[in-house]
Nanobody, 129 residues
């Protein structure tokens, strides 16, 4: 089992910045993909960004972003802390949502929510106009 805990959400004005983080614990792996998804009221959950990493003798490091996040959001990781971060800049009211992190021990299918077996509880991000 893998447990995920998000933190860092809050209220920010449009044009501002916010960072959310996701700490993993339990049976994590040297090979993983961690993704950020979001869900606004009345809307379906949508992909935001993902980071995939393989450590050891085979090194692989990749990131992916939804079009809405490109150029504004940056996903990064700290393997020692088993934590993934999502830095969000130039926030818009449309970015208002509950942000969820997700984890899987394989690569590919970054935007496919049903391929992630582990999810955090979510953190609210509200962007005021």
């Amino acid at each position: 089992q893998v447990q995920l805990v998000e933190s860092g959400g809050g209220l920010v004005q449009a044009g501002g910045s916010l960072s959310v983080s996701c700490a993993a614990s339990g049976r994590t792996s040297t090979r993983y993909t961690m993704g950020w998804f979001r869900q606004a009221p009345g809307k379906e959950r949508e992909f935001v960004a993902a980071i995939s990493w393989i450590g050891g003798s085979i090194y692989y490091d990749d990131t992916a972003y939804a079009d809405s996040a490109k150029g504004r959001f940056t996903i990064s990781r700290d393997n020692a802390k088993k934590t993934v971060y999502l830095q969000m800049n130039t926030l818009k009211p449309d970015d208002t949502a509950v942000y969820y992190c997700a984890f899987k021990t394989r690569g590919g299918g970054y935007a496919e929510a049903n391929t992630y077996p582990y999810w955090g509880q979510g953190t609210q991000v509200t962007v005021s106009s």
